[in-house]
């Protein structure tokens, strides 16, 4: 077969891949399921779909299709050739803000389209919590509802017609049809004829329409995902009194890609809703309150009424992102209700919340009430919507299992089915989670099992078995949205009947006679408890590591904690960090998701008595791993790649050396005190500048020649630092970090930074200290990293403190001592560096401290009109925050500052001066940097706090970007 689809490959535009490094990266989803691939297609048009439809009839192959891969039921695993069409069907076709309508290729995310329509005072309704990178022809093919189905409904009542290839190859669009038009369809003997033909034929029988009635679940619940939609098909003008049009798309909505290959999709946008949208933060005492409470909300008609439960309020604690986000929360509810509504005017908001809440009251539900508006919602429903991935921090091996949490029942059923679920509880004695979309009934319900043991994956099935009689008593959907897939699909049987479910083993034997459209999905399902991502073979291995991996109980339950959920998928057009190699390529094999697959499933198949992270494969995932650490706060899980990253090479290393470059980049900071110290730096300063000697030498050391290699000076901070005459400090001593980037690169900066203290009145101590190490931590030599760390913790424990804390300019290097120093010096270190860290600030939150005690006034700076625009750096944004740079930047009266919303600039330390990295590194820095940069005009200012990302900003651009310090040095009247 591997000649045969190299065949292939040379046939079609796209990219085929057939290693097996790109196969375990495809062998998961967001679901508990893993099954490797045969092969993994990225088709660049439908020429190229058409071909491997083709070969798939030919040789009996599978096809499974798959944009963003978020499914958490096994939906695109399978063996088979994987068709993944994210990077290039990802165009918007058309726009009609007058009739209201897009057309677009199935690979467009949500909220990117979104983006796009929202200038039309237009949105595409349906959102569901992966939202920000879920693509539409995922969402059709799950038919996804979200928050908003109460008002909004599912993907089903959105797409108004799609363009597809059928299992014979052939294109036809579905879309609505006039009794006249069905009739026309019947006509013919194609592939596309004869699926008209059979629905009339079944759906033409009384008896079968009662089964269907009889059986399926209650057509009053909103979200009914169940095997395929022959229920939907039955209310129209062919086969009722009805005036609504047959539209097979009502077919394909849930069909999970099993029938068809959709190529182009038409969907309707609606007017945007009324301005004024605020949410209603109901604290309540139980899960169980929360199902009455939401019975007494849905009187009030809101937009959304959303569940969270207790265990994901207090795991959103170690994110630090989601912790942010839940700062409106009082106390420790049992539960919160967030309840949505969208108003004219605020005052009619404040009224309905009023009103709601006094309702509530009246009945004893709730003690806490919050009305959340403004940009404060925003950090709600992201708190909310990263509820999936804050499940990964659970500790231990036994997390939140994705095995019931599609349940859907009328919402007036809620309070008792709650009852029939803790009886079900209670008889396995399992915790579980709770949280979802309780307006309309559903709830993803999560218990805790340990999927590493027989006896977990055999409760995974019992538990499944119980509630699918509990939701049948009901007469709910086992699915609300997230579909069949592998999980669901061997139950359907017992929920909709034998004899409907011999329905839709027809319907797909009609539209896919050969089974080409991913098989063992929705009818003839495997075991739900088969093909898990932990299964009978599964290793876990305790490595003996550098850093401290207690909390996550050793190094490999560190990377389990990724669960799939994808949210490394975000675009620079949806914004954020993480992960800057994914957002330049669009490679699913370059997302922090696909690093954590490609760890976890090396390492858990190496064999007892191996290195378990001796694999070329790691290595190669890691190498494009920028180490920008925005994956620790914008991943829900917190899956710190940059760590594992670091970890992993200096197991690597231990087994095959390190690189000579390595080395050189490691011990810069050490060669650059020796050319500090003698004639050597000005003569490579020279040597460097010139354009044939320069490049020759830098290529020599594996850089990249159209780099600049900063120069490294003589006249350190150190040396200005030492030769200095300060007087006593009015204000009190200030005690410098003099980081190794800024005394031997730029020492402009540390000078700026200790005359402006002096100016305002500090006296400045530069402690007796190692350099940061952080040129280690990036290239993997921990072991040499922690003795920097130790050296520094014991030289600074007892100088630094909450009144004399030490302030850096370089982000990386001053906030390693909160980030990597309390994990890297020992037990017997760990609690003084932990207080050390908390007392580590950036310049710019010391500064913002000292103006809140009233220390420093506008009185000591200029008041020029002054515009500063800031690209923050990578670390400072996962571990601190870009708030008090702007807040500084903004201190002078009339200085204006704002921040360019841009990711990762690219450079990332030594990254993009490699040969091997220079053209992604500039990729990245093009995607938003570099273009806002160019525009910004003369006038402005560009501050940079890191020293890299203004080496990266003048390459790309020609621009010297500023740190903010030289900037406020400069303020000074």
């Known amino acids: ?117 929202k200038k039309h005072g237009l949105f ?157 933060c109901v604290h309540i005492n139980t899960v169980i309150e929360s199902a009455k409470a939401n019975l007494i909300a849905l009187k009030f008609k809101p937009n959304a009424v959303e569940l969270m439960d207790s265990v994901i309020v207090n795991l959103a604690k170690s994110n630090k992102t989601q912790a942010e986000n839940s700062s409106f929360i009082d106390g420790n509810p049992g539960a919160l209700l967030i309840v949505e509504f969208s108003k004219n005017t605020k005052e009619e908001l404040e009224e309905v919340a009023r009103q709601m809440e006094k309702a509530m009251r009246a009945e004893g539900y709730g003690y806490h009430f919050p009305l959340i508006t403004g940009d404060g919602v925003k950090k709600v429903w992201d708190l909310r919507k990263a509820g999936l991935g804050i499940l990964g921090n659970m500790p231990g091996d036994a997390k939140p299992a994705p095995v019931v949490e599609d349940t859907s029942v009328r919402p007036e059923d809620l309070p008792a089915y709650l009852e029939g679920v803790e009886k079900i509880l209670q008889k396995h004695k399992l915790d579980v989670v709770y949280y979802a979309h309780i307006s309309t009934g559903e709830l993803h319900i999560r218990p805790v099992l340990n999927l590493k043991t027989q006896e977990g994956r055999d409760m995974f099935k019992t538990v499944a078995t119980d509630f699918a009689k509990l939701v049948k008593k009901f007469k709910g959907s086992l699915s609300g949205e997230h579909g069949d897939g592998r999980l669901r699909g061997e139950f359907i049987p017992f929920m909709i009947g034998d004899k409907n479910y011999e329905l839709l083993k027809e319907v797909k034997n009609s539209w896919d006679p050969k089974g080409i459209f991913n098989r063992d999905k929705i009818v003839d399902t495997p075991s739900m408890n088969t093909f898990l991502r932990y299964d009978e073979e599964y ?134 005190k020796l050319m500090s110290k ?73 000078i700026y930074a200790i005359r402006l203290l002096n100016s305002l009145g500090y006296e400045v101590v530069i402690p007796k200290h190692r350099d940061s190490a952080r040129t280690f931590l990036s290239k993997g030599m921990v072991r040499e990293a922690k003795k920097f760390a130790i050296d520094n913790v014991n030289m600074l424990k007892d100088i630094i403190s909450e009144k004399t804390p030490l302030i850096g300019l370089e982000p990386s290097a001053i906030l390693g001592f909160r980030d990597e120093y309390p994990d890297l010096v020992g037990k017997e270190l760990q609690d003084q560096a932990l207080e050390l860290g908390k007392n580590a600030l950036l310049f710019e939150e010391w500064f913002i401290r000292e103006v809140k005690k009233g220390n420093i006034t506008k009185d000591s700076f200029t008041d020029a009109d002054n515009m500063t625009r800031l690209h923050g750096h990578c670390h400072q944004k996962a571990i601190a925050s870009t708030k008090n740079t702007l807040e500084m930047l903004n201190f002078p009266t009339n200085y204006v500052a704002e921040e360019i919303k841009s990711g990762c600039c690219g450079m990332a330390g030594s990254f993009g001066y490699e040969k091997e990295h220079y053209d992604l590194s500039m990729k990245i820095g093009e995607l938003v940097l570099f273009p806002e940069v160019r525009k910004t005009i003369k006038e402005v200012q560009i501050a940079a706090p890191g020293t890299s990302c203004r080496h990266q900003i003048y390459d790309g651009t020609s621009v010297s970007a500023k740190h903010p310090v030289a900037i406020m040095f400069d303020a000074l009247k």
């Open 124 to 280: 595409f309704a349906p959102e569901t919590s992966t939202a920000n990178r879920c693509m539409l022809g995922g969402m059709h093919g799950n038919n996804s509802c979200g928050a908003n189905a109460l008002i909004h409904g599912s993907v089903r009542e959105h797409v108004i017609s799609s363009k597809v290839l059928l299992s014979d190859g052939s294109e036809v669009e579905f879309k609505d049809l006039t009794k006249a038009e069905f009739e026309d369809k019947l006509k013919g003997d194609t592939l596309e004829s004869k699926l008209y033909n059979d629905v009339y034929k079944m759906l033409s029988n009384k008896a079968v329409v009662e089964e269907i009635d009889r059986e399926f679940p209650n057509k009053e619940i909103k979200r009914r995902n169940t095997g395929y939609a022959i229920d939907m098909l039955i209310d129209n003008q062919i086969f009722s009194d009805s005036n609504t049009p047959f539209n097979f798309n009502q077919l394909l909505a849930g069909s999970e890609g099993t029938l068809a290959f959709t190529t182009e999709m038409k969907v309707n946008l609606e007017a945007l809703p009324p301005k004024h949208t605020g949410l209603v």
């Open 1 to 117: 077969m591997q000649i045969e689809l190299e065949g292939l490959g040379n046939k079609i535009e796209g990219d085929i891949f057939l290693d097996e490094f790109q196969k375990v990266v495809y062998s998961t989803d967001a679901s508990a399921y893993r099954e490797k691939p045969i092969a993994i297609i990225r088709p660049k048009n439908n020429n190229d779909l058409k071909l491997i439809i083709e070969f798939a009839n030919k040789h009996n192959i599978n096809l499974i299709p798959r944009a963003a891969g978020t499914s958490l039921a096994g939906q695109v695993v399978g063996n088979g050739i994987i068709v993944d069409i994210s990077k290039y069907f990802n165009k918007i076709i058309e726009i009609n803000a007058e009739e209201k309508y897009a057309i677009i290729l199935p690979g467009v995310v949500r909220d990117e389209l979104n983006l796009a329509v």
């Open 539 to 672: 290793t876990t291995h305790e490595i003996e590591t550098v850093f401290d991996f207690s909390k996550t109980e050793g190094f490999q339950k560190a990377v389990e904690k990724c669960n799939g959920s994808g949210d490394c998928r975000k675009s620079h057009i949806i914004g954020g960090t993480m992960c800057p190699s994914y957002q330049a390529s669009q490679n699913e094999s370059q997302t922090t998701r696909a690093r954590a697959n490609v760890l976890r499933e090396y390492m858990s198949r190496t064999p007892e008595g191996k290195n378990a992270l001796d694999h070329k494969e790691i290595y190669a995932v890691m190498d494009l791993c920028l180490s920008c650490k925005a994956c620790k706060s914008e991943c829900p899980s917190n899956v710190d790649i940059t760590r594992l990253k670091a970890e992993f090479l200096q197991h690597y290393y231990d087994d095959h050396g390190i690189p000579l470059r390595t080395k050189m980049i490691a011990y810069n900071p050490a060669i650059n």
């Open 678 to 750: 003698s004639y050597i730096a000005p003569i490579a300063n020279f040597a460097l500048g010139l354009p044939i000697i320069g490049k020759a030498m830098i290529s020599a050391i594996g850089f990249h020649p159209n780099r600049t290699v900063p120069d490294v000076h003589t006249a350190t901070v150190k040396k200005y630092h030492n030769k200095l005459t300060q007087n006593v400090g009015t204000k009190g001593k200030v005690y410098l970090f003099n980081d190794e980037f800024t005394n031997y690169n730029d020492p402009d900066v540390g």
